[in-house]
Nanobody, 125 residues
Framework: EVQLVESGGGLVQAGGSLRLSCAGF????????IGWFRQAPGKEREGVSC????????YYGDSVKGRFSISRDNAKNTVYLQMNSLKPEDTAVYYC??????????????????WGQGTQVTVSS
């Protein structure tokens, strides 16, 4: 079965940090650009960050620039999202998905992703 599994979320205080992981199963993560997305209750899914296959290109949404950092370890078939200086508005369920490319168009199309579960990030004030 081809799937991406998110982990690493939790409850943190404002200003704290979390490191999310996106692990691939049944396929080679290194063959795809991978994006991180988030969705809070009642809100649209938002593109957060993206990393290209070679890691030569990264993209960050305006709301997370300077605070989040995306990376990948293809040998571990995993993409990471380091989240620093967390704010209450970062509270959401975070998902990852394979995408055709990284840039402002992030989220317009997807190759595949596991949208059913994600990992919950909650930031208290």
């Amino acid at each position: 079965e081809v799937q991406l599994v998110e982990s690493g979320g939790g409850l943190v205080q404002a200003g704290g940090s979390l490191r999310l992981s996106c692990a691939g199963f049944g396929f080679t993560v290194g063959g795809y650009a991978i994006g991180w997305f988030r969705q809070a209750p009642g809100k649209e899914r938002e593109g957060v960050s993206c990393i290209s296959r070679s890691a030569g290109t990264t993209y960050y949404g305006d709301s997370v620039k300077g605070r989040f950092s995306i990376s990948r370890d293809n040998a571990k078939n995993t993409v990471y999202l380091q989240m620093n200086s967390l704010k209450p508005e970062d509270t959401a369920v975070y998902y990852c998905a394979a995408v055709p490319g990284c840039g402002p168009s992030l989220g317009r199309t997807y190759i595949f992703g596991s949208w059913g579960q994600g990992t919950q990030v909650t930031v208290s004030s």
